[in-house]
Structure formats: structure tokens, C-alpha cells
Nanobody, 117 residues
Framework: QVQLVESRGGLVQPGGSLRLSCAAS????????MGWFRQAPGKQRDLVAA???????NYTDSVKGRFTISRDNAKNMVYLQMNSLKPEDTAVYYC???????????WGQGTQVTVSS
């Protein structure tokens, strides 16, 4: 297991940008997958983006072309750059880590992102 701490989210106007950061408690170099999930009120927690330790990325369709996930193994950090934000991006965003494809998920505490004018 690895402890994850997300940066503070915030209130952003539609069309704006925000970068989320996630700090891991140990080296992420060997961690198979790091990702971001989000959960809107009354909805399930869904994958937003994930990046494996070979650099492969996966995005949910609704954020393709707007969000970019990256990982810095030297700093044990994962980032989510969110551009062209929409009100429907409003949710609590959670950092996620999975050491191997068979490992349980590790979660951060979540950070609120609100897109509103």
C-alpha cells in the first residue's frame, strides 16, 4: 500500500484550467498504474485518466483532448492537467495507485473541483 495526498482543488470558471497533484509516500517507479478518478454527487466513482509505469495512458472519452495525466517517478508525483473545464467536470477527484494488476487500490482523501461561473 502507498499513501497518497492530493493537492487542493478549487473553484474554476468554465473554460478555465487547473492542475491537480498527488504525492505518494514512497517510490512510484515500480508502481504499475497511477490514476485519477472522480465522483460527482449521487454518482459512482469513475476513472478519469491513468498512466502505467511504461508511460501508457488511458482517458475516459469525456476528457480526451482536455486533460493530461503525467507522472514524475523521481519526485513520486502524479499530475492531472485539466484544461477547458466544463461544469460537468465538477466532482471530488481521487488519486489512485495500483502496485500490480493484482493489487488492491490505494486512494487519496479526495479533493473537490467545482467548475462554475
Amino acid at each position: 500500500q502507498v499513501q497518497l495526498v492530493e493537492s487542493r482543488g478549487g473553484l474554476v470558471q468554465p473554460g478555465g484550467s487547473l492542475r491537480l497533484s498527488c504525492a505518494a509516500s514512497r517510490s512510484i517507479r515500480s508502481i504499475y498504474s497511477m490514476g485519477w478518478f472522480r465522483q460527482a454527487p449521487g454518482k459512482q466513482r469513475d476513472l478519469v485518466a491513468a498512466i502505467t509505469n511504461d508511460g501508457s495512458t488511458n482517458y475516459t472519452d469525456s476528457v480526451k483532448g482536455r486533460f493530461t495525466i503525467s507522472r514524475d517517478n523521481a519526485k513520486n508525483m502524479v499530475y492531472l492537467q485539466m484544461n477547458s473545464l466544463k461544469p460537468e467536470d465538477t466532482a471530488v477527484y481521487y488519486c489512485n495507485a495500483r502496485a500490480t494488476i493484482y493489487s488492491p487500490n490505494s486512494w487519496g482523501q479526495g479533493t473537490q473541483v467545482t467548475v462554475s461561473s
